[in-house]
Structures are given as structure tokens and as C-alpha cells.
């Protein structure tokens, strides 16, 4: 049932305290591998949060430890909304690492996210080199094309429920998104993200899953692949649920390939 | 101020966060706050505004306490038949007992955005120790009165544009979609004002009872339409008495998306905080 075997937690260090939810495995036969789910960003965060509910569940019942986590900045971590910074979340991954680790000792580490999760993900198993497995789940492969997106967005949804209420907040440099500031710090990190400017092999395995564009999860393939990683992509159409009409949605058929490949990659 | 993430309720699966004030700020005359769920949105609250509302109360002397109801964010799936109506009445009530427990806290004010609202004063009806509820645009008081209120709401604009008119008089109307809307207001009339009238009535009673009710708008939201169904002429004579007490936010939309409006939801409940506290 979701929500079982579930243990809500602050970790990290005092100044910067995470939240984290830890769901303990539930099969008789724990595996050796522990599983951290990286949350997209902002309004995206908040969307996904169910999903990655359902999915922590499903992947305890298969028998992994699972640890996902706020970012510091977002959720119920410590921080303020305009606090969030790129750096700080790179190392909220490693934190959240450290973590599951001191709880299982040395296993193996796989970790998931979507969207901008996805990427923060692969951005720090580049740099460190000891993790054995990422799900890439939409990736974003650009920070400059991802707050343009963003901004696209707001406008729209600023254009069909805000009405008149935008007046004069929407500008080519918005200073926030869909409910979440965008500071001009975060602007600068974001615009400094480029998933093929990435030259370390992230992972041994990694899995790409795409609900949408298939030519930008088959060019993330083809690198990944020339870093010698070994790499599956999956495309499985299915509504996008970071986004407002789809918000109630939870993928199915996404959790289930992503812990089916999990359970095939460490048995 | 200090956050505790926490288990609580009879079958312990609740999951919550309570912000707790510094020890010397903590003031023991002034309710608990719990904020509740808005719909699916876990505790955060929609743009993470109920975060910012207990980091801004806690240091005011507050002890808050924000969870997920059941089958939402982090909470348990219950295992009973309960419909959400009332269990989501329950497990606020198993909030209070947790904060009576753990804080010595007796009295409470609650807190809730659209749903969350509606679990609020529904909660404040069946539950003494509930002495305040600051209700921020609720309108999911069933699918009768948003109707009833919405059509309501299109005649009374279309009856005073004089586009409209000029439209009607020359035959330029959409006669079609004109049938159907006049159709609804009569149809879910004696429904929605059945609903109505009940929902008032429990306003009434909360008032009698002299708890603290704040009703927050976005300048615009149907739900404001509905208190207009509700309560009608009565809505500004309590107004005046201050008996209850209506706040109107311009430019926000339903879960206030904006930065700026977000800021004066904030500001309204800070200074709805800062008048509890000194009685």
C-alpha cells in the first residue's frame, strides 16, 4: 500500500537540512543496489510528487531502499524559493548518496529523475565516477532552451487563467515561473547547463526514457554511448505530467519500465 | 525555528511537518495552526505556499503544523471505507490530538487553500477546540452550487454589457449556447440554494460560536460567487460587525500563482496572525 514502510526525515548538514522520505524494501530479498530519485525543479517539483510516490513504492516492493529528497530551496528542505542554486543541488545529490549509503552500507547507487532531476543526476555521476546506474526520464538537455520553455509556459498559462493579473510581469527575462521566482543567479546556472558538453562517462548503465521527441533521447543515446556507457533508450508515449492538464497523471507504464529495468540491470 | 518531519495519526501514517517557534518566541496563549491539504497538492501547498506561511508564523510565536491527508503526498493510503469527506475531518482532528499531546496545545486555528478550505470549516462545525479557520478560496462546496453560481455569474455579466444587448436586440446572439445557460440556472436553482442555505447555516453556527472566520478571495474566483449565493445580503452586515472577516486579493488567480500575489496572501495571513496573538 503507498505510503508503508515509509520514514519521513531531515538529513545533511545543520545549516542546510534536507527533507527526505525513506522507503525501506519491502521484498524478503533487499537488493544491493539503493535507488535515489532526483525531483525536477519549482512548479515541475510539485507535479511530479505523486509519481515519484507511487514509483519509491513500487521500487521498495521490489526489494531496493529508496531515498528521495527535497532540494534545498524547494519542497520542505530548508531555504527559500529564490535560494535555490545549481551547485548547491549538485551537492544535495551527493548528500542524498551519502545517505542511503550510511543506512546499507556499500551498495551499489542508482539514480532517477526527471527532467531537470534527470540532468542534475547526470551532471553529478559524471563528476564523481563510483555510480553504477541513471534513468534519464525527459532529460533537459539545455538550460537556455529549458527557461525558455519555462517562460512559454508561464506566458500561456498567464494568457488563459491570469488574464489581466500578468500585466506587466512578463518580459523576455522573467523574474518568475509559473509560482516560483527565477533569480538572476539561477538564470546564470541554468544557462550554464549542456548534457553534451558532458565528457565523463556518467554511468555504466543508463536508461533514457522519452515520452515525447525522439530525436533529442536518440542524440543523448549516441553520446552517452561514445563515453562507453552502456545505454538503452525506451519511448514511451505517455502524457506529459509536469505540465498543468496533465498534473493529475501518473505514468504507469513509465514507472513499470523504469522499475522493470532496474530489476534487470541489478537482480 | 525548528522543522520536525513526523508520523502521526491512530495508525501512525500521516505524514507531517510541524515548524516550531525559536523556545523564546514560543507563546503558549496563541492557538496551533494546521494548514490543509489544497486537492492533490501535497503538504508544501500550492507554489509551496504553505511552507512560506508556517516559516512566517513560526517566528511570530506559532506552533504550525502542515500534513497530508491520506492517499495524498507522503500519506498512507487508509484502509477503511471512509469517504474523503470525512476521514480528511478525522485526521485534522488526529492533527489536533497530536499537537495536544506533543505541545500542550488546546486551541487551533486552521488554515486551507480551495478543498483544503472546505475541509476547514467543515472540521471548525465538529470540533470546539477549532476557535479560528482562515478559508482562502473555497468553492468546492459540490457540483449544484458551482454551477448554479457560474451560470449566475454569466447572466449577471451578460445582463449588464451593453454589447450583449446590442448583440441580442439584432439577432447577432448565439442562441444555442443561450438555452443551455438559462436552462442550468433554473434547473440547479432549488438544488444549489438547498446547498446553500445549509452551508450558511454552518456559518452561522461557527459565528454563534464566536470562532475567528477569515475568508480570503482572489478578486474574480467563482468561489466568491458562491459566498454570494450563500450568504447574499447577510455577507456584508456580518462583514460590517466583524463578525467575519473577507479579504479580496486583486490580480491572483485560484492558488495565487503569482509572486505578487503570493506576497499579499502572506502579508493577510501575518496580520490575521498578529491580531490572533494579541486576542
Known amino acids: 500500500m503507498p505510503g508503508a514502510g515509509i520514514e519521513p526525515f531531515y538529513f545533511g548538514t545543520d545549516k542546510k537540512l534536507l527533507y527526505g522520505?525513506?522507503?525501506?524494501?519491502?521484498?524478503?530479498?533487499?537488493?544491493?543496489?539503493?535507488?535515489?530519485?532526483?525531483?525536477?525543479?519549482?512548479?515541475?517539483y510539485i507535479r511530479s510528487h505523486r509519481t515519484y510516490r507511487q514509483l519509491s513504492y513500487h521500487l521498495s516492493?521490489?526489494?531496493?531502499?529508496?531515498?528521495?529528497?527535497?532540494?534545498?530551496?524547494?519542497?520542505?528542505?530548508?531555504?527559500?524559493?529564490?535560494?535555490?542554486?545549481?551547485?548547491?543541488?549538485?551537492?544535495?545529490?551527493?548528500?542524498?548518496?551519502?545517505?542511503?549509503?550510511?543506512?546499507?552500507?556499500?551498495?551499489?547507487?542508482?539514480?532517477?529523475?526527471?527532467?531537470?532531476?534527470?540532468?542534475?543526476?547526470?551532471?553529478?555521476?559524471?563528476?564523481?565516477?563510483?555510480?553504477d546506474g541513471i534513468v534519464l526520464w525527459d532529460p533537459v538537455p539545455s538550460g537556455t532552451a529549458y527557461i525558455e520553455e519555462l517562460a512559454t509556459l508561464?506566458?500561456?498559462?498567464?494568457?488563459?487563467?491570469?488574464?489581466?493579473?500578468?500585466?506587466?510581469?512578463?518580459?523576455?527575462?522573467?523574474?518568475?515561473?509559473?509560482?516560483?521566482?527565477?533569480?538572476?543567479?539561477?538564470?546564470?546556472?541554468?544557462?550554464?547547463?549542456?548534457?553534451?558538453?558532458?565528457?565523463?562517462?556518467p554511468a555504466n548503465d543508463i536508461l533514457i526514457i522519452g515520452s515525447g521527441e525522439e530525436a533529442i533521447q536518440g542524440r543523448l543515446k549516441d553520446h552517452l554511448k561514445r563515453l562507453s556507457a552502456r545505454v538503452e533508450c525506451q519511448h514511451l508515449p505517455s502524457p506529459k505530467i509536469w505540465i498543468e492538464k496533465n498534473k493529475t497523471v501518473v505514468p504507469n507504464e513509465i514507472l513499470k519500465a523504469v522499475v522493470s529495468w532496474i530489476s534487470r540491470v541489478y537482480p | 525555528?525548528?522543522?520536525?518531519?513526523?508520523?502521526?495519526?491512530?495508525?501512525?501514517?500521516?505524514?507531517?511537518?510541524?515548524?516550531?517557534?525559536?523556545?523564546?518566541?514560543?507563546?503558549?496563549?496563541?492557538?496551533?495552526?494546521?494548514?490543509?491539504?489544497?486537492?492533490?497538492?501535497?503538504?508544501?501547498?500550492?507554489?509551496?505556499?504553505?511552507?512560506?506561511?508556517?516559516?512566517?508564523?513560526?517566528?511570530?510565536?506559532?506552533?504550525?503544523?502542515?500534513?497530508?491527508?491520506?492517499?495524498?503526498?507522503?500519506?498512507?493510503?487508509?484502509?477503511?471505507?471512509?469517504?474523503?469527506?470525512?476521514?480528511?475531518?478525522?485526521?485534522?482532528?488526529?492533527?489536533?490530538?497530536?499537537?495536544?499531546?506533543?505541545?500542550?496545545?488546546?486551541?487551533?486555528?486552521?488554515?486551507?487553500?480551495?478543498?483544503?478550505?472546505?475541509?476547514?470549516?467543515?472540521?471548525?462545525?465538529?470540533?470546539?477546540?477549532?476557535?479560528?479557520?482562515?478559508?482562502?478560496?473555497?468553492?468546492?462546496?459540490?457540483?449544484?452550487?458551482?454551477s448554479y453560481a457560474k451560470a449566475r455569474r454569466y447572466w449577471k455579466n451578460a445582463l449588464s454589457d451593453p454589447k450583449r444587448w446590442a448583440k441580442a436586440l439584432t439577432g447577432r446572439a448565439n442562441y444555442q449556447l443561450i438555452g443551455p445557460r438559462l436552462r442550468t440556472v433554473f434547473s440547479s436553482r432549488r438544488k444549489a440554494l438547498s446547498v446553500a442555505n445549509h452551508i450558511a447555516a454552518d456559518f452561522q453556527s461557527l459565528i454563534e460560536r464566536r470562532v475567528d472566520l477569515r475568508l480570503v478571495y482572489s478578486k474574480g474566483d467563482l468561489g466568491l460567487d458562491c459566498l454570494d449565493v450563500i450568504l447574499g445580503n447577510e455577507l456584508r452586515e456580518l462583514s460590517k460587525r466583524g463578525t467575519l472577516?473577507?479579504?479580496?486579493?486583486?490580480?491572483?488567480?485560484?492558488?495565487?500563482?503569482?509572486?505578487?500575489?503570493?506576497?499579499?496572501?502572506?502579508?493577510?495571513?501575518?496580520?490575521?496572525?498578529?491580531?490572533?496573538?494579541h486576542g
Open chain 1, 21 to 44: 522520505c525513506y522507503h525501506a524494501p519491502q521484498s524478503r530479498a533487499p537488493r544491493d543496489c539503493g535507488v535515489v530519485l532526483c525531483y525536477p525543479m519549482a512548479q515541475e
Open chain 1, 61 to 131: 516492493k521490489f526489494g531496493f531502499p529508496v531515498l528521495r529528497f527535497d532540494f534545498y530551496g524547494c519542497g520542505d528542505s530548508e531555504g527559500n524559493c529564490d535560494e535555490g542554486r545549481i551547485p548547491q543541488w549538485l551537492a544535495d545529490v551527493g548528500s542524498a548518496i551519502y545517505e542511503i549509503k550510511e543506512r546499507h552500507g556499500s551498495i551499489k547507487i542508482c539514480l532517477v529523475g526527471l527532467r531537470l532531476g534527470g540532468t542534475l543526476a547526470m551532471m553529478v555521476a559524471a563528476e564523481r565516477g563510483d555510480i
Open chain 1, 154 to 201: 508561464h506566458q500561456e498559462r498567464a494568457r488563459h487563467s491570469l488574464g489581466k493579473a500578468t500585466h506587466g510581469t512578463i518580459t523576455e527575462s522573467p523574474t518568475e515561473i509559473l509560482g516560483f521566482p527565477l533569480t538572476g543567479l539561477m538564470r546564470a546556472d541554468l544557462q550554464k547547463i549542456e548534457v553534451f558538453s558532458i565528457r565523463k562517462k
Open chain 2, 1 to 146: 525555528m525548528r522543522e520536525e518531519a513526523l508520523l502521526f495519526g491512530k495508525t501512525k501514517s500521516l505524514v507531517g511537518i510541524i515548524t516550531d517557534p525559536p523556545d523564546a518566541k514560543r507563546s503558549h496563549g496563541v492557538p496551533g495552526i494546521i494548514l490543509l491539504d489544497a486537492g492533490i497538492i501535497h503538504r508544501v501547498g500550492p507554489n509551496r505556499i504553505h511552507v512560506k506561511i508556517a516559516r512566517a508564523l513560526a517566528p511570530m510565536g506559532f506552533v504550525v503544523l502542515r500534513f497530508d491527508f491520506s492517499g495524498i503526498g507522503d500519506s498512507k493510503v487508509r484502509d477503511d471505507n471512509l469517504p474523503f469527506e470525512e476521514s480528511a475531518v478525522r485526521e485534522t482532528q488526529e492533527a489536533m490530538d497530536y499537537l495536544s499531546a506533543t505541545r500542550a496545545i488546546d486551541r487551533f486555528h486552521l488554515l486551507g487553500i480551495s478543498s483544503g478550505a472546505i475541509v476547514s470549516y467543515k472540521t471548525a462545525g465538529r470540533d470546539p477546540r477549532v476557535i479560528g479557520a482562515t478559508l482562502i478560496n473555497p468553492a468546492s462546496y459540490g457540483d449544484e452550487l458551482r
Open chain 2, 245 to 277: 472577516k473577507l479579504e479580496i486579493i486583486p490580480q491572483a488567480d485560484h492558488t495565487c500563482t503569482l509572486l505578487e500575489s503570493q506576497q499579499r496572501l502572506l502579508t493577510l495571513v501575518q496580520n490575521s496572525a498578529l491580531a490572533m496573538a
